[in-house]
T-cell receptor, first 112, second 114 residues
Framework: DQQVKQNSPSLSVQEGRISILNCDYT??????FLWYKKYPAEGPTFLIS?????DKNEDGRFTVFLNKSAKHLSLHIVPSQPGDSAVYFC???????????FGTGTRLKVLA | NAGVTQTPKFRVLKTGQSMTLLCAQD?????MYWYRQDPGMGLRLIHY???????AKGEVPDGYNVSRLKKQNFLLGLESAAPSQTSVYFC?????????????FGPGTRLTVL
C-alpha cells in the first residue's frame, strides 16, 4: 500500500510559468513533509520542507503548501527555469520514527 | 567536506555472488539509511541505523544485511545476489538535532545482477 503518492509521473511547463507538483498521503500520523530534487546519475538533494503545524513554507522560488484535511501537499515553482528540470520526490515522516516514506516521483521538464 | 560518499559507483554481479556496498559520511550524523530506487517505485527503505552499533529493518530488508561498526560508515551486504536486486542504491544520513531531520544523500551505486 503506497502511503505517499505522486500521481503525475511527468509534467512539462514553459520557462517563466508556474510549475505545480502534487503529492497525496494516506497516513494521518505523518507530521513532516519534504521535497527532494534529483538529477540523473546523482543522489536526491533536499529542496524544502514543511511541518504539520504550518500550511505554507516559502524559500525563494519554491513554496510548499500543506492541506492536512485533504492529506495533500503541493510544490510550486515560480518562475520555472530550465535548470529546474529534474525528478521531484515528496517524502513524509512521523516525528521520532527516523524513517521517511517517499513517493514515486514526478519528472518535471521546463521548456525554454 | 565530502558529505555522503558511496563505493563503488557501478557493479555487475552474477546470480549468487556476494558483495558489500560502502557508505561513508563526514558530517558526524547519527542516522544513516540505505534505499533502493526502481522505476515507478520511488525510493524504498532497506535498512537504517540510529547510531553506531544499531540497525533496523525498513520496508524491503529481505536479501540484505547491514552493519554500522563505526559512526561514519554504513555497509550494505548482499550475501547471494538475485536479479531482483538489480537497482540503484542510495545511502543517506541525517543529524539528530531536531524532531524533524533532513536527509543528505550519496550519489548512488548502480548494481546489475545477471
Amino acid at each position: 500500500d503506497q502511503q505517499v503518492k505522486q500521481n503525475s509521473p511527468s509534467l512539462s511547463v514553459q520557462e517563466g510559468r508556474i510549475s505545480i507538483l502534487n503529492c497525496d498521503y494516506t497516513n494521518s500520523m505523518f507530521d513532516y513533509f519534504l521535497w527532494y530534487k534529483k538529477y540523473p546519475a546523482e543522489g536526491p538533494t533536499f529542496l524544502i520542507s514543511i511541518s504539520s503545524i504550518k500550511d505554507k513554507n516559502e524559500d525563494g522560488r519554491f513554496t510548499v503548501f500543506l492541506n492536512k484535511s485533504a492529506k495533500h501537499l503541493s510544490l510550486h515553482i515560480v518562475p520555472s527555469q530550465p535548470g529546474d528540470s529534474a525528478v521531484y520526490f515528496c517524502a513524509a515522516s512521523i516525528a521520532g520514527t527516523y524513517k521517511y516514506i517517499f513517493g514515486t516521483g514526478t519528472r518535471l521538464k521546463v521548456l525554454a | 567536506n565530502a558529505g555522503v560518499t558511496q563505493t563503488p559507483k557501478f557493479r555487475v554481479l552474477k546470480t549468487g555472488q556476494s558483495m558489500t556496498l560502502l557508505c561513508a559520511q563526514d558530517m558526524n550524523h547519527e542516522y544513516m539509511y540505505w534505499y533502493r530506487q526502481d522505476p515507478g517505485m520511488g525510493l524504498r527503505l532497506i535498512h537504517y541505523s540510529v547510531g553506531e552499533g544499531t540497525t533496523a529493518k525498513g520496508e524491503v530488508p529481505d536479501g540484505y544485511n547491514v552493519s554500522r561498526l563505526k559512526k561514519q560508515n554504513f555497509l550494505l551486504g548482499l550475501e547471494s545476489a538475485a536479479p531482483s536486486q538489480t537497482s540503484v542504491y542510495f545511502c543517506a544520513s541525517s543529524p539528530r538535532d531536531s524532531r524533524w531531520n533532513t536527509q543528505y544523500f550519496g550519489p548512488g551505486t548502480r548494481l546489475t545482477v545477471l
